[in-house]
């Protein structure tokens, strides 16, 4: 089963607005992942973090790896319809060297 | 450049089948992995191949197996199918690299599975 906690589950929110998702572990993680996916679509690749600590921006999306190494958060500024779609964080356990570990998403849907 | 692909887009069969999904990689890469994705849920790890080699598993039964062939291609099989392998199955390969270059994995759209 899943084993990082992702919140929200879902997000409403107006266009222009700043959104922040983020994911949590019990565990140590060496690399937190970033992806979105589509309808009808695999998950695409948003940001990569390796380092504690580190803060990465890939345009609106900036995302940070936690501290601690056993969180991370995603922000996305000023939201546009096409952000619309589910966010996934996935990570790197430090005892596993080639299993990623998948959030359950969160959920952004842009209000009318 | 052509991303990954994967065959068949859909599919449906009964419980007991057997069923073989298909995956071909970015060129150039020679790592293929294998997801298992429920509706409403993130992917599952169920398989990595790296030059024909079974790098890691994931908590499946043995019902699951997978292969990778010499031009990089994958195949993912699963044996007397269960209500519960109804799922969307993604495969991903990953640029040749270090270790980072596992992680930053390229997905295709997924083979949808129907089991009755």
């Known amino acids: 089963g899943q084993q990082l906690n992702q919140s929200p589950q879902s997000m409403f929110i107006q266009e222009g607005e700043d959104v922040s998702m983020n994911c949590t572990s019990s565990s140590i993680f060496n690399t937190w992942l970033w992806y979105k996916q589509d309808p009808g679509e695999g998950p695409v690749l948003l940001i990569a973090l390796y380092k504690a600590g580190e803060l990465t921006s890939n345009g609106r999306l900036t995302a940070q790896f936690g501290i601690t190494r056993k969180d991370s958060f995603l922000n996305i500024s000023a939201s546009i319809p096409s952000d619309v779609g589910i966010y996934f964080c996935?990570?790197?356990?430090?005892?596993?060297?080639?299993?990623?570990?998948w959030g359950a998403g969160t959920k952004l849907i842009i209000k009318p | 450049d052509a991303g990954v692909t994967q065959s068949p887009t859909h599919l449906i069969k009964t419980r007991g089948q057997q069923v073989t999904l298909r995956c071909s990689p970015i060129s150039g890469h020679k790592s293929v992995s294998w997801y298992q994705q429920v509706l409403g849920q993130g992917p599952q790890f169920i398989f990595q191949?790296?030059?024909?080699?079974?790098?890691g598993r994931g908590n499946f039964p043995d019902r699951f197996s997978a292969r990778q062939f010499p031009n990089y291609s994958s195949e993912l099989n699963v044996n007397a199918l269960l209500l519960g392998d109804s799922a969307l199955y993604l495969c991903a390969s990953s640029p040749p690299g270090g270790a980072r270059s596992y992680n930053e994995q390229f997905f295709g759209p997924g083979t949808r599975l129907t089991v009755l």
């Open positions: 191949y790296y030059e024909k080699e079974e790098r």
């Open positions: 996935a990570g790197q356990r430090r005892d596993s060297n080639y299993q990623l570990i």
